[in-house]
């Protein structure tokens, strides 16, 4: 099966502009999670979607905002960028509701300048 | 607050020896706990899962030990090779449905 893919893998914008993140899970697996990784916060959770429904959310502000479709794709969305919102952004999927393993795709490096 | 800390310096080991590396968690009930590898510039890969009810999971020259009580669970890799260097993140699922990561730890073995 293909792992999990992430497009674009960089960007580079800039502040007050917004960015659509894609990632397309493997194939199967209905759960994407979608996670914010920068030097001094690590790895943290944005939100998850489970057959087009947001089931869970991360402590990020409204400007963060995502979206699954029926085929199980999901974009992910940042308005108003900051120059804080530089990072890594990583997807993950899981084939299963309990979530045990996580199958992060390769992820997409932002730059905002 | 709720809290999970790894340790916070890079580690660095001989080839061939043990590396054990620490994930420590304050205020946290995890149903069970995930260590994974991440490489520079790539995804984590998922190493292991123990669960509340585990002691210890092995997995080839791997193996997590988890203490609830000490709400501690530590990775051990054994004859390490220079290949096993990269920065380990541990996470634990809590009851809310999240995956939360420790920061990591950088592990560099040397030939």
Known sequence: KAGVTQTPRYLIKTRGQQVTLSCSPISGHRSVSWYQQTPGQGLQFLFEYFSETQRNKGNFPGRFSGRQFSNSRSEMNVSTLELGDSALYLCASTSDRAQETQYFGPGTRLLVL | ?111
């Open chain 2, 1 to 111: 607050s709720q809290k999970i800390e790894q340790n916070s310096e890079a580690l660095n080991i001989q080839e061939g020896k043990t590396a054990t590396l620490t994930c420590n968690y304050t205020n946290y009930s995890p149903a069970y706990l995930q260590w994974y590898r991440q490489d520079p510039g790539r995804g984590p890969v998922f190493l292991l899962l123990i669960r509340e009810n585990e002691k210890e999971k092995r997995k080839e020259r791997l193996k997590v030990t988890f203490d609830t009580t000490l709400k501690q669970s530590l990775f051990h890799i054994t004859a390490s090779q220079p290949a096993d260097s990269a920065t380990y993140l541990c996470a634990l699922w809590n009851q809310g449905g999240k995956l939360i990561f420790g920061q990591g730890t950088e592990l560099s073995v040397k030939p």
